[in-house]
Every structure is written in C-alpha cells, then in structure tokens.
C-alpha cells in the first residue's frame, strides 16, 4: 500500500491524480481533520501531528507515505528523513510534494544534469501562494533558490483560505478572499506582473480557477496534484522495492476525525463519494 497524508482534504486533490496515472495502484488515505489546519501552527506541533500521521499510515501496511501537504513537507520532512526515519523505520520511505513543484517550476528534474531541449525556459518571477506556515518555512525560495537562484520567489500567505474550503464554503464567499491574496501578492512585485504562480497548497486546487480569474491574464497557474503523481510514477520506476504488491484494491479513506460529515465535503475534492472511517489508535 501507498500511504497519501494531508492534514484534512487537501490531500484529495492529490490522491484523485494518483488513482487517475494509475488506477490498480493501493492507496490508503489518512486526513488529520481533529488537528486541521495544520496552517496556523508552530513548528514542533507540525513536526509531532506529521510523524503521529505517518507511523499511523505505517500501521496500516503502508511502506511508503506520500505527504499530500505542503505545511507538513515544509515544515517537518527534512528534519523526519534526518533524524527519524531512518532508525524508527529503516526500509521505509516518506515523499513530499514540493520538490515535483520546485521541478516544475525549474524545469530540470533533480536526477538530470541541466535543462533537455523540450523544456520551456524557466519563469523569472514566481508568486507563491501558501498557508502561513509554508510561507514561514522559507521551504520553496529555498528549494526554487538552490535550482535557479536568478529566478525571483515573491509568497503572499493565505490563512484564511484552508478552514474556508474545509466547510465547504461556496464559490461566492472564496472569490473576494482569493482577489484579496492575489493583490497582495501582487503589491508585493511592485507591478510587476508573474510569470508563473505556485498554488502551494493541496486544497487550492479546488479554488484554481478563482486565482486564475483573479490573475492578470497570461500568468500561469501552476497545480501541484498531476505534477506528484508523475513524480511518483518516476519515483517507483527508481525504486521497485516501494513499487505496493498486488493491486486493483479501491482505496481506502481514513480521518482522525468524525467520520460521516468528513466523508460528505471530501467527495467534492476527491471527485465522486468517499466512505471514511475514523481512526482509533
Ligand atoms: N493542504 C495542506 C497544505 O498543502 C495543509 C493545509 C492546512 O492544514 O493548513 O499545506
């Protein structure tokens, strides 16, 4: 089994990507939504509730957990993979979702030396849109930085729009709020406009199209969940030993929370009905 975490349903976005590259593929998805967001809180906390996360989907089969969230990849991973993983789990592994964005974005996938032929030039200025959390981590100028230092990393915050979409709130409360976000992001570049903006959170998929309605014309909006699920099909084909054995099982839902009002919302991110069940250590 695959392991896929978010701290609610943000993660769906992804995991409908996932199912929809490879559909025989075992899934298991763990949604934190008693501790969610995850946006808003300090580090430690998002380290703790992240690892509490993963030793959960570990429990369940999963040898390898992908973390369908950028506040938890941000904020925790590195120091997980550092200090953690390797002696609590050695033989299994925990993937993040930045690094097929900062790929993206680069335009150079981490294992090639330089850019091939049929890439487009890389974007010279990026907003970034991210729960204040993501944004406080510094996780993606640094990453975009480390890759392609000239290109220029603007983020603007988001903290109202997580707990918007987990309600459920409908399209006319969300838009004014997106609008507000992508005019101080664009304050920020001083008129400049950008080339590209990253939606660094698994839930905004969900609002794409209101920040694209509300972005110049001609940025490009960049998604994280179809990038993932192509990094993964690379990341199985380098490592057979990850690759879930058997297939064809549905996948299957779990919530730290109350299961029957998280299984109603979450069909709106996963794409059709989705049945949870709570988790009880
Ligand atoms: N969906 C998550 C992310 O990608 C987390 C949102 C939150 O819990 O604040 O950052």
């Known amino acids: 089994m695959i392991g896929v975490f978010d701290s609610g349903h943000g993660g769906l976005t992804v995991l409908r990507a996932l199912v929809e590259a490879a559909p025989d593929r075992p899934f298991v998805y763990l949604g934190d939504h008693a501790a969610a967001p995850y946006g808003p809180r300090s580090e430690e906390d998002i380290y703790r509730l992240t690892v509490q996360g993963v030793e959960r989907l570990f429990a369940q089969d999963c040898r390898l957990v992908v973390l369908a969230c950028n506040t938890a990849a941000a904020v925790a991973l590195r120091r997980m993979q550092r200090t953690w993983l390797p002696h609590a789990h050695p033989g299994r592994n925990v993937l993040g979702v930045l690094v097929p964005m900062v790929e993206a974005i680069t335009r150079v996938p981490w294992m090639q030396e330089g850019p091939s032929a049929d890439w487009l030039p890389e974007p010279r200025t990026v907003g970034v849109f991210a729960t204040p959390a993501t944004v406080a981590s510094g996780s ?14 603007v983020q603007q915050a988001c903290p ?22 992508v005019a101080c992001l664009l304050e920020q570049l001083g008129g400049e406009t950008p080339d590209a903006v990253v939606l660094g959170c698994t839930h905004y998929p969900l609002v794409a199209r209101l920040f694209a309605d509300a972005l110049p014309a001609g ?9 993932v699920a192509k990094s993964l099909d690379n990341y199985l084909e380098r490592h057979p030993e990850y690759a879930p054995r058997g297939g064809g099982a549905a996948p299957r839902f779990f919530t730290t929370g109350a299961a029957e009002p998280v299984g109603v919302l979450a069909g709106r991110f996963f794409g059709r009905p989705t049945a949870f069940e709570r988790l009880h250590q």
């Not at 993606?140 to 990393?153: Q, S, T």
């Not at 399209?171 to 609008?179: L, N």
């Open 140 to 153: 993606f100028p640094r990453e975009i930085g480390k890759r392609a230092p000239d290109v220029r990393v």
């Open 160 to 181: 109202d729009l997580v707990p918007l979409i987990e309600q459920g709130a409908p399209d006319a409360v969300i838009a004014p709020v997106v609008r507000g976000y």
């Open 219 to 227: 940025v490009e909006v960049l998604c994280q969940p179809s990038l």
